[in-house]
């Protein structure tokens, strides 16, 4: 673009989703390592706004020792004759676009949850300075956001500073969240879509509701109406709702369309209050995953900065790694803190009754949103460490998910009972799954309940395999 020409690396569209790994990184901003991060905006009187002011508390790019991960709080104040408040969350996600336009820079995530990576080709060919990435914002809020007058930025990586800010932070995005709160979904015939992160997971886009919060858990229906409004060609856009199809589930026609035409045809249904069969997409800047675990018939909940191992004994990177990427997968949803706030939660898969396991950081986040009768019953990390500790807890606290268990068990006790006549004999039980996915010839075919027996089992190395094809 021509409006960048003294800044040192090439800044457009064509950046974005350019991912750099640790080995090609200069330095990283945020990130899972760094406790205390943030980005804001905020909107001021005219009179309280130096435009095109760049201000860097703390060490600059330059002074930072390659290769480490810092604290960063980046501060976007805005001033406009028709801005008010109620489009600071639509200015603040804007940043996370902007700055991928950047070659060389990765920006994920959001709010209190930002990592950033700048890479080394692009520090060393010039791009050392956070005046540098100010001016990129500045130049593209004031050209694609002509509502925005004059905008001034701020860069902190100052540790005690950012320690100072961080709770004031925090307490701008909750109370923004509590405004959002009370409308429904079947109020409205307009719901909401976000492409912000297609440039990362090209299948996947946040359909935002009353009731359902974008992913990143940045971008709420009033957001999403207020940017469609003022930006009607950005990443977010309208979508009448249509039909509704089934209630329960949350599916509605226009959503269905939507999803068809802005995935080429990948995605046909999206299903939103469900975990399973048609569940939302998921991008990468998900704020938590919702995860099945099947031993007892529940969902755990991990949140992006949780440390170590879940309940199932694995980390938030390896199961966000299932569900990212815009593909729909059963039992694992990316998804925001604030949407556990709301009475849609994953409602057609029985809500908070199906919830088994929290890190106990997120449950006192959202304690006073869970059912009292149920909020003792969730597992945390400080209980349990194992799904069988877990079974264990939840029978002794006597969860709902418990009942499901005797139910099944009566109905395998009823199956083994029925006379097996498709079973030949001396057949051996090979595959037994609740839902078994098997895609073959272009089709997935998913067997639910699944008990495969077989003759003869014969295993070999892909080695003597090879051998017998030669």
């Known amino acids: 673009m021509s409006m960048f020409k003294d800044i040192p690396v090439d800044v457009g569209v064509i950046y974005e989703g350019e991912r750099i790994r640790r080995n090609d990184m200069h330095i990283e901003l945020g990130g899972p390592t760094v406790k205390e991060k943030f980005e804001l905006a905020k909107v001021r009187p005219m009179n309280e706004v ?75 060919k010039g791009l050392n300075s956070f005046e540098q990435i100010g001016k990129v914002l500045y130049r593209l809020f004031k050209s694609e956001l002509p509502i925005i007058e004059k905008v001034q930025i701020t860069f902190i990586t100052d540790p005690v500073k950012i320690k100072e800010m961080y709770p004031a932070a925090l307490a701008e995005y909750e109370a923004r969240d509590a405004k959002a709160r009370g409308l429904k979904d079947e109020e409205v015939d307009t719901f909401y879509g976000c492409a912000l992160c297609q440039s990362f997971a090209p299948t996947h886009v946040c359909v935002i509701t009353p009731q359902r919060y974008s992913n990143c858990g940045a971008i709420s229906w009033f957001d999403g109406k207020a940017s469609a409004s003022i930006d009607p060609k950005g990443p977010v856009f309208a979508i009448p709702r249509g039909e509704v199809i089934n209630a329960e589930k949350g599916e509605f026609s226009g959503v269905n369309e939507m999803a068809k035409k802005r995935t080429m045809g990948e995605v046909t249904k999206v299903w939103l209050y469900t975990a399973f069969d048609h569940p939302h997409t998921s991008c990468g800047c998900f704020e938590a995953v919702t995860f099945y675990i099947p031993e007892v018939d529940g969902f755990g909940v991990v949140h992006r900065s949780f440390k170590g191992a879940t309940v199932n004994g694995l980390p938030f990177s390896t199961i966000a790694d299932s569900a990212a990427g815009g593909r729909q997968v059963d039992g694992f949803h990316g998804m925001s803190i604030e949407y556990m706030r709301s009475k849609k939660f994953f409602a057609a898969d029985g809500g908070w009754n199906r919830v088994v396991w929290l890190p106990k950081e997120i449950k006192e986040r959202v304690k006073d949103f869970i059912p009292a009768d149920i909020v003792d019953k969730i597992a945390t990390e400080e209980n349990v460490q194992s799904v069988e500790s877990l079974k264990a807890f939840l029978k002794e606290k006597n969860h709902p998910v418990v009942k499901n268990w005797k139910e099944e068990t009566a ?60």
């Open 50 to 124: 130096d435009d095109g002011k760049v201000t860097i508390i703390g060490p600059d790019i330059k002074d930072l020792k390659e290769g480490g991960a810092y604290p960063l709080g980046i501060l976007v104040e805005a001033a406009g004759a028709t801005l008010d408040q109620g489009l600071e969350g639509v200015i603040e996600r804007r940043i996370h676009g902007y700055l991928n336009f950047i070659e060389g820079f990765m920006h994920l995530n959001q709010r209190y949850d930002i990592w950033m990576r700048l890479g080394k080709k692009s520090f060393q």
């Open 411 to 470: 109905a395998t006790v009823e199956e083994a009972a029925a006379p097996a006549e498709a079973v030949s004999e001396g057949a051996v039980p090979v595959v037994t799954a609740s839902t078994l996915p098997i895609t073959a010839g272009g089709f997935k075919i998913i067997l639910k309940d699944a008990k495969i027996y077989a003759n003869k089992v014969i295993i070999k190395t892909l080695k003597d395999d090879k051998a017998e094809k030669r």
